[in-house]
């Protein structure tokens, strides 16, 4: 095995050999070509002039490469016949290459001195003395693609792109090869094409385009991979004026289709520059292909980057490019609809989520789907009713009459909608592999076909994750009915036998079902203790307990976490607090940390009764943590789906919530981690909205003032942390959200805030005693408050001095003679200080 394009000197000269630049080269003599020659190219209809660098003299005087293993015997008897390359595997992704597809050029490969000859076409180094022609030179090795591969592959090693530069030079003067079906073909070809767009000498790539239309134009072959190599190169490297120019210039005779566009599309449809200079958007609005809206918006939805498939698919809908699938577009349709229902839906969109609005209470209604139609149909014409037969249906899917593909889309046609584990089995053996069966296993889902719920299929979708085509295999083969996998007693007296009969196959099998069968049980265990430790109140063990299912990768049920969920609700008091309120809080909190490590989500409405209870309490310094926290919990991704946070069903909007009300043992769902915070689904915003703002500035200004501050405003100095500023703490805590892209209006703080500066600057009229306190402890003049707040925000937070102080005093007359009022209603008179006090 040779490697294909690894730079590696073995040869060094006695002499430099000049590598001057095409147009400087001396021009060579022509020879004349013989006749013989020409009838040979004349049967094949081609009488092409060839091209040399070199005088053409003595034909047949110099002996091709001496090779004892070639001479020795007849090829045909010591050697195998060259095979294809394998066409699931990427030729040009490896790095080497079979020394027998060389042919009788292999022994040439290893000899550098001959290899060092047969490349010097200028003969200016070792073939100035050289006595006749070079091999490229020989009429009998015109279109030689192996030997060619041998030249570069030696110049490569040798002098890298520049060796390749060399070989192509050699190659544009003769214009002798266009073989593109040799096994050798794609690494040949993509070698000088990759060294092209690496040289920075634009005649390269232009010469190779120019040669690319020849062999297009006179024998009708394509350079492979010529367009996505070159635009994927311009776009890599962000070159978008030469990325657009390409691809005009490429595309009418070079469009790899709409597969290997939608693959470019996809790799480059995330970058940000990209999609700021529109360069993509440019590609495919020049592209023949109109049919990529179920390739590209649901695989960037996938990947958590909402954002960029949302900007698609603005574009693709311009242009008419509409969903053809509904069962692929639906998750991005439904979070479209859900968290941006003010953005229309074209009609094709509406139909693939035309299901979705079926209203809840009509759930004892049978589903109108087209099993129910058939079904319909056949009782009007007096048809009797046959159910789904999986004997009948693994019999259908296993013919090879007919391709799997006609199979899966007969069956979708029917209107089955699950089909059972024989006939999964069915569709499995025929493709025998973990990827062909994820693929199929993805063809049955865009059907909107399920299959029913069986250890056989746990089984065979946990061989298919990890990739375990030989377990894969024994599974597919073995003689058990699937149902013998739900049989835990049966599988146990398998065992034995098994191991008596030496069958280690089978014996490994069973003892990979009964692990995946016994983590069943572990988690049903897990969960009935967790249970019984919450209800008798043992923190320590329920601890214990969450961590050891966070590290085993156990997950909760819903039964579980929803009690939990009901007890915070109870537990946790957010008024009239006792001894032990605080404790109840903390356990809670801990308990919410550790579900949310383990992707467990957690209702808004229970964080929300969290931070009341801490914010009412005065915990400033937990309160700060756990806003903090949260912040960071909904806007960078540390859950096990990269790009997506997990959010509790009744966080969701109820587009999205309405077609999941049947699904079992449902905690969530997964939402891109990109939504905006503005969104008013948003996690955060049904958490920290604007009442919550104005209760984190109510309980900010109560705890703080409720003992005198010793520290001014001139000796404060820019701090970073929110407790530094004093009663400015929720000012700088909102701040440090915000940049944190928590969605915080300026304004809506100060809106909260001017009802505080009133109490304390605008009015002598005050209603409850905590307010008299704080106006007492209060030392910082209007001024001072004013700096101390643009202070905690980092800018300019409050409108001028006079600007502010004449909106106090105005507000203050005004809310004086409203708690004048409310004190007379009530027949109570206004708290002086020194009862306060």
């Keep these: 095995m040779r490697l294909a394009t690894r730079p590696f000197r073995d040869v060094k000269f006695h002499h430099p050999v000049l590598d001057w630049p095409l147009h400087l080269r001396p021009r060579c003599s022509q020879a004349s070509i013989g006749y ?102 020989k009429l009998e090795h015109r279109g030689d693609l192996a030997l060619w591969s041998c030249l570069l592959d030696y110049q490569t090693r040798v002098n890298g792109d520049l060796g390749a530069f060399n070989i192509w030079k050699a190659l ?120 990529l809206y179920d390739k590209l918006v649901p695989y960037l939805y996938a990947r958590g980057e909402s954002g960029f498939a949302m900007a698609w698919r603005e574009l693709l809908i311009r242009l008419d490019d509409l969903p053809l699938l509904p069962v692929p577009v639906r998750p991005f349709l439904r979070y479209l609809r859900g968290y941006f229902p003010n953005r229309p839906l074209h009609p094709r969109e509406e139909a693939a989520i035309s299901n979705d609005d079926n209203p809840a209470e009509d759930g004892d209604l049978p589903t109108v789907s087209r099993e129910f139609i058939n079904r319909v149909h056949g009782g009007t014409f007096g048809i009797s009713v046959k159910n789904y037969n999986d004997g009948l249906g693994a019999k259908w899917l296993a013919s090879s009459w007919i391709s799997l593909d006609t199979a899966i889309s007969t069956i979708a046609a029917l209107g089955i909608e699950k089909i059972g584990p024989l006939s999964l089995q069915a569709i499995a053996l025929r493709e025998m592999n973990a990827q062909g069966v994820s693929k199929r296993l993805d063809q049955l889902q865009n059907h909107g076909i399920s299959v029913v719920g069986s250890n056989y299929l746990r089984l065979l979708l946990q061989f298919v994750k990890i990739q375990d085509d030989e377990l894969l295999f024994d599974l597919l083969q073995s003689d058990f009915h699937p149902d013998v996998f739900d049989d835990l007693p049966l599988l146990a007296q398998l065992i034995e036998p098994t191991i008596a009969s030496g069958d280690w196959r089978t014996y490994r099998l069973l003892l990979a079902a009964r692990v ?127 790009g997506f946070i997990p959010v509790h069903i009744d966080d969701i909007p109820p587009p999205m919530k309405q077609p999941l009300l049947g699904v079992e043992n449902l905690l969530g769902v997964y939402v891109p981690e990109d939504l905006p915070t503005i969104a008013a689904w948003h996690p955060l915003r049904l958490i920290i909205n604007t009442d919550m703002v104005g209760s984190l500035v109510r309980w900010t200004f109560r705890a703080t003032l409720s003992q005198p501050w010793n520290v001014r405003p001139a000796a404060l100095g820019h701090q970073g942390r929110p407790r530094d500023f004093y009663c400015g703490w929720v000012v700088r805590l909102l701040r440090i959200l915000r940049d944190k892209d928590l969605f915080v209006r300026r304004r809506e703080v100060v809106a909260a805030l001017m009802p505080r500066l009133v109490e304390l600057y605008g009015t002598d009229v005050l209603t409850k005693r905590e307010l008299q306190r704080a106006k007492a402890n209060n030392i910082l003049s209007l001024a001072e408050m004013k700096t101390l707040l643009d202070q905690a925000w980092g800018d300019e937070f409050l409108p001028p001095l006079e600007e502010l102080r004449a909106e106090i005093e105005k507000r203050g007359r005004e809310k004086t003679q409203e708690n004048i009022r409310y004190l007379r209603q009530m027949g109570k008179s206004t708290p002086q200080l020194r009862h306060v006090l």
Aim: overall charge positive; charged content about 25%; glycine content about 4%.
């Design 36 to 137: 013989i020659g020409l009838q040979k190219r004349l049967k094949d209809g081609r009488a092409i002039r060839a091209y040399s660098v070199s005088t053409l003299v003595g034909f047949g005087a110099v002996t091709d490469v001496p090779s004892t293993v070639v001479h020795a015997k007849p090829e045909t008897s010591l050697r195998q016949p060259a095979q294809p390359p394998d066409p699931n595997q990427d030729p040009i992704r490896s790095l080497t290459q079979d020394g027998r597809l060389f042919g009788r050029w292999v022994a040439l490969l290893s000899d550098s001195s001959r290899l060092a000859v047969e490349t010097d076409f200028a003969r200016e180094g070792p073939a100035k003395s050289w006595q006749g022609p070079l091999l490229a030179d």
């Design 172 to 291: 544009w003067g003769r214009k002798s090869l266009y073989d593109v079906d040799s096994p050798l073909a794609p690494v040949f070809w993509q070698t000088i094409l990759e060294a092209a767009l690496r040289v920075d000498d634009r005649r390269f790539l232009h010469g190779v385009y120019l040669y690319s239309e020849w062999m297009n134009e006179t024998y009708g072959v394509k350079w492979p991979r010529l367009y996505s190599t070159v635009v994927t190169h311009f776009l890599r490297t962000h070159q978008h004026r030469q990325a657009i120019q390409w691809h005009l210039r490429l595309i009418p005779n070079f469009y790899p289709g709409p597969d290997a566009f939608a693959d470019i599309l996809k790799r480059f449809a995330s970058e940000p520059e990209l999609h700021r200079a529109s360069t993509l958007q440019s590609l495919y609005i020049s592209n023949p292909n109109r049919q």
């Design 516 to 642: 995946l069968i016994t983590q069943k049980t572990a988690r049903e265990t897990a969960n009935a203790m967790l249970r019984a430790c919450f209800l008798n109140r043992n923190q320590q063990a329920l601890f214990r307990t969450l961590d050891d299912m966070r590290a085993m990768e156990i997950g909760i049920d819903l039964a579980q976490a929803d009690l939990i969920f009901q007890n915070l609700y109870a537990d946790v008091r957010v008024h009239k607090f006792d001894s032990d309120s605080l404790k109840t809080t903390a356990f809670y909190l801990s308990v919410c940390r550790r579900l949310v490590s383990m992707d467990i989500p957690v209702p808004a409405a229970c964080w929300k009764q969290l931070i009341t209870s801490i914010g009412r309490q005065g915990r400033l310094d937990d309160l700060e943590r756990l806003c903090i926290e949260l912040t960071s919990l909904y806007t960078s991704s540390r859950s096990s789906r990269p």
